[in-house]
């Protein structure tokens, strides 16, 4: 019954058009595009892999809305399987296509752009843990609302916000001083704070295990709150 649950909210997750090019097909895309990640670009491959991630792993976590939409949360309940069985399975159910995405991105970055086993080690253990965090703030902010238009129209505009001032697509550097830190409240920002530090000094600095916990007790936050909301 375990696997069952893992495989259809896996299935479920990946079955939305856009989820699918979000969480399998444009991460792939996005590292075969040299100058987004040699510095020829503005626009960084960092900051638009925090982006894809973000907005894949809201996608995905919109299972659980659709099962609560549709009753079958409650026929589910009604088998010998407990509430925190069926959150764990769907959890990692929808943190596993874009855990394999940042696996093939890591390797592929390496054979491509000659980056260093510590650089390539670093970007997977960042991109997994902010994946974990997304996931977690997306399964969150579902549990807010009986509504699946309601929770996507409100969390997109959030997306948007956050990506802004988390420095993936436009450098905090042209914020006035006092925004620069608003994106702080968002696990993006101490992704991109992790990604940047690797990235220039080639090894990992304070800034990144400053960002990897800043993410993981975010992720901590998240789940404590969504596993004590009424999920039916």
């Known amino acids: 019954m375990t696997m069952t649950i893992f495989r259809f909210a896996l299935l479920k997750g ?6 699918l090019i979000l969480n399998c097909l444009a991460p ?22 925090i982006f894809l991630i973000w907005g894949g792993a809201f996608l995905m976590s919109q299972g659980t809305l659709n099962d609560r939409e549709s ?18 399975q769907n959890l990692l159910a929808y943190m596993v296509p874009l855990t394999v995405q940042v696996t093939l991105i890591s ?22 843990i902010f994946t974990i ?12 609302f009986k509504s ?17 001032l988390s420095g993936a697509l436009i450098p905090l550097e042209i914020f006035p001083a006092a925004m620069q830190y608003v994106g702080a409240i968002f696990p993006a920002y101490w992704g991109m704070r992790a990604i940047n530090s690797l990235v220039e000094l080639g090894t990992f600095g304070a800034d990144y295990w400053i960002g990897l916990a800043a993410m993981g007790m975010f992720s901590i936050a998240f789940l404590l709150y969504g596993g004590k909301r009424r999920m039916i």
């Open 148 to 164: 699946k238009s309601s929770s996507f129209s409100s969390y997109s505009a959030i997306i948007t916000f956050g990506v802004a």
């Open 133 to 144: 965090a997304s996931v977690t703030l997306s399964f969150a902010w579902n549990c807010l």
């Open 14 to 19: 990946l079955r939305h058009p856009m989820s």
């Open 71 to 88: 009753g079958a949360i409650t026929r589910i309940m009604a088998a010998p399987v407990s509430m925190r069985t069926y959150l764990t």
């Open 28 to 49: 792939i895309a996005l590292i075969l595009i040299r100058p987004l990640w040699t510095g020829e670009e503005m626009l960084s491959g960092f900051g638009l892999l």
């Open 107 to 128: 390797v592929l970055g390496a054979i491509l752009y000659d980056w260093s086993l510590t650089l390539a080690l670093g970007l997977f253990l960042c991109y997994t």
